[in-house]
């Protein structure tokens, strides 16, 4: 008897064994999102981007600044789950119905349900705005809204939120004591709370702790292996920086009486460049912080006052985007190039995309300089120019190949083929016509869309 239970258990202990880590498995695509932001002139469409995210990632959540119809359109059919954006100068105009109702019927009904709509953003870190009228205006508005979607029978299947940034904090060390700003937490966030417990939608934060790390706490920032910060109220250790800023969120909608609900990350990430003075500004910690993240919300760890939880997370940000102000990092926070290939690997690709992904989490050039300074020693390679034109590239490309030179490594199968862009195709052919050369300067001109650069631009199996 004691054998046969003894058997049981142990298959009982195999079933659940497994059962927990197909669900991990499944809650990588489940709980890892991506902000989508468009600021920028070099972004490929939007129909490619919806395609990319499907067939060569596991992503399957996209938050996007606006409710871009081209974008929404693109996602039709995709099944992604998709985060729309009222812009902040709306939300005084979203406290009227009639203008909720017309903003519903013009931006979410023409696309749902094709396009997996399940949330809408009502602005974004309204609060550190400090503007009167928008703070005083935004739980107004999100009630009008979700009065718009109840009328259209939508408010079942979306929610109504809005992020803040860890400003509306005025305490986060020790987490325990994390409280929101005097004034704002009774009259506006004990309201915004209420309602979203009423209408089951989450409190969602932009936690970056890239911006509140220094020379001394940036192993803790970046998950690496570090002595911990003790929170002597409730005697618990904190490895992290994220645990800390979430647990100092949570510890402040505790003290209003509202630590039942979800809190979603709605934006965090590293830059992989930025200016010299920035600490920890580089690929590889840009690499390290996105991957640790993503294990860790899934993971089922959740953190020292929350245990034993995931969160639903949107990595910010899906591409590079050139147009953005500010420092140099702002414009850096990308997983991808406009051209579609990873600044660095964090697992997000698909196997069947694999060969795309860089063995070390270093930039993986696919243009050069534009004014390049080659090194006097040590190999050179020949990539395109920032901003080519992808008409030259091909005329390139063709070329090239009509050398018989060897094309195969960007033809189907081969170990250079994805991703499939011009431009990553071109640099790979015409790095492999300047390398027949004798590598004199002229022979990477190719009509000016060519330069030459100091940094190997292999990844994975494709070696140049």
């Known amino acids: 008897m004691a054998k046969e239970f003894s058997m049981s258990y142990s298959i009982l202990i195999t079933v659940i064994s497994f ?4 669900t991990l498995v499944r809650g990588i695509e489940g709980t890892i999102g991506v902000n989508y932001g468009t600021v920028a002139n070099n972004l490929p469409p939007p129909a490619q981007v919806a395609h990319f995210l499907l067939e060569s990632t596991v992503i399957n ?3 996007l600044f606006d409710s871009n119809s081209d974008i929404l359109k693109a996602f039709a059919h995709t099944g992604i789950a998709v985060t729309v954006t009222v812009p ?7 406290t009227k119905l009639n203008f ?18 399940v949330r809408i953003l009502i602005g974004n870190e309204v609060i550190s705005t400090a503007n009167k009228l928008l703070i005083g205006s935004l739980v107004p508005a999100m009630q009008t809204l979700h009065a718009a979607l109840v009328a259209a029978s939508l408010d079942r299947r979306i929610q109504v939120s809005t992020p803040h940034s860890l400003g509306i904090l005025s305490n986060s060390s020790p987490p325990s004591t994390g409280k929101f700003r005097q004034g704002y937490d009774t009259h506006v966030l004990k309201p915004l709370l209420s309602f979203l417990r009423a209408t089951n939608s989450p409190f969602m934060v932009n936690p970056y702790p890239f911006f509140g790390c220094s020379l001394d706490t940036l192993d803790y920032a970046l998950f690496r292996p570090n002595a911990g910060v003790f929170d002597e109220n409730t005697e618990l250790l904190y490895t992290n920086m994220l645990d800390a800023q979430l647990d100092a969120v949570f510890s402040a909608m505790k003290f209003l009486g509202f630590n039942d609900l979800e809190i979603v990350i709605a934006e965090t990430g590293w830059p992989s460049m930025g200016d ?3 600490v920890g500004v580089d690929a590889k910690s840009a690499a390290e912080y996105n991957g640790n993240i993503m294990r860790h919300v899934i993971s089922g760890a959740g953190t020292p006052l929350m245990p034993n939880r995931t969160f639903e997370t949107y990595i910010f940000a899906l591409f590079n985007e050139n147009l953005k102000p500010g420092p140099a990092c702002e414009r850096n926070f990308g997983l991808f190039r406009p051209d579609m290939t990873p600044v660095y690997d964090i697992g997000i690709l698909r196997a069947t995309a694999s060969s795309s992904i860089p063995n070390n989490p270093i930039p993986v050039p696919t243009a050069a300089p534009v004014n390049p300074t080659p090194m ?5 390679w020949c990539l395109p120019k920032t901003g080519a034109d992808e008409n030259a590239l091909q005329r390139n490309i063709d070329y090239v190949c009509g050398l018989d030179l060897d094309c195969g490594p960007v033809q189907e199968d081969g170990v250079c083929f994805l991703p499939n862009t011009v431009r990553a195709h071109a640099a790979f052919v015409m790095n492999a016509y300047y390398q027949s050369t004798e590598k004199n300067e002229y022979d990477c001109d190719f009509e000016q869309t060519g330069a030459i650069t100091d ?7 494709c070696q140049y």
Not at 88 to 94: A, E, G, W, Y
Not at 101 to 116: C, K, S
Not at 376 to 380: A, I
Not at 455 to 461: A, H, L, N, T
């Open 376 to 380: 006097s020693k040590g190999k050179q």
């Open 19 to 22: 059962f927990l880590a197909s």
């Open 88 to 94: 902040n100068d709306q939300i005084p105009r979203l």
């Open 455 to 461: 940094v190997d631009p292999s990844y994975g199996k």
């Open 61 to 63: 959540r996209v938050r």
């Open 276 to 278: 010299s003075t920035q």
């Open 100 to 117: 909720a109702q017309q903003w519903v019927e013009d931006n979410i009904q023409p696309h749902t349900p094709a396009t997996n709509i």
